[in-house]
């Protein structure tokens, strides 16, 4: 499992577009890069998933550069509501048979 | 998505008890893995828990303190045995129903242990 690296916090204000880094330098070939959000009492919740370039959903985008080595979170015009923790996590696909290991994640605060 | 519901959601309990945490995914899935969380602080791999076998534990865990059982496909339980209040945390379940790429999780079981 590819190590992650990502800021453990960020601040920000309501309407921003927030942007977090994960770095996964160890990134293997077959691996996706997946990102969970938590809110405080709930368990995480899966926002996105990518293998390269971008991907977006209702949510958030995700960015991806060529060499995979890292990842930006792009969540639009943030919202008081956005405030959470957010993970990255990499690992191959496997229709549930894989462990998810869980780094630090990044806090994030959205302030009025 | 699936859908998992976990229960209790809180208790509070006297050390040296046994608490079991239930699970139910409203769809079969083969694996389900159960976590833990400290206040503030990231997830905590517990367990695998694969039907029809004994779970496998990560390093820092043992069956005798959380047995697992998992008697079918959409069901498991963790044991919290012989609480300290060192056990005090968060307990989360997770699964996979696939053919999507997320993991869905339980709403926690909150543990105090006074």
């Known amino acids: 499992l590819a190590k992650t690296t990502q800021p453990i916090s960020m601040d920000s204000y309501e309407g921003q577009e927030v942007n977090i880094t994960c770095s996964h330098n160890?990134?293997?070939?077959?691996?996706?890069i997946t990102w969970y959000q938590q809110f405080p009492s709930q368990g995480p919740r899966f926002i996105i998933q990518?293998?390269?370039t971008k991907v977006t959903n209702e949510v958030a985008s995700l960015f991806i550069p060529a060499d995979r080595k890292s990842s930006t979170l792009s969540l639009p015009r943030v919202s008081l509501s956005d405030t959470a923790v957010y993970y990255c996590?990499?690992?191959?696909?496997?229709?549930?048979?894989?462990?998810?290991?869980f780094g630090a994640g990044t806090r994030l605060a959205v302030h009025p | 998505s699936a859908v998992i519901s976990q229960k209790p959601s809180r208790d509070i309990c006297q050390r040296g008890t046994s608490l079991t945490i239930q699970c139910q995914v409203d769809?079969?899935?083969?694996?389900m893995f159960w976590y833990r969380q400290q206040p503030g602080q990231s997830l905590t791999l517990i367990a695998t828990?694969?039907?029809?076998?004994?779970?496998?534990?990560e390093s820092g865990f043992v069956i005798d303190k959380f047995p697992i059982s998992r008697p079918n496909l959409t069901f498991s339980t963790l044991t919290v045995s012989n609480m300290s209040p060192e056990d005090s945390s968060i307990y989360l379940c997770?699964?996979?129903?696939?053919?999507?790429?997320?993991?869905?999780f339980g709403s926690g079981t909150r543990l105090t242990v006074v």
């Open positions: 997770s699964a996979n129903p696939g053919p999507n790429y997320g993991y869905t």
């Open positions: 160890n990134i293997a070939t077959n691996d996706y």
């Open positions: 990518g293998y390269k």
């Open positions: 996590l990499v690992g191959a696909p496997s229709g549930g048979y894989n462990k998810l290991i």
């Open positions: 769809s079969q899935v083969t694996m």
């Open positions: 828990a694969n039907q029809g076998s004994e779970a496998t534990y």
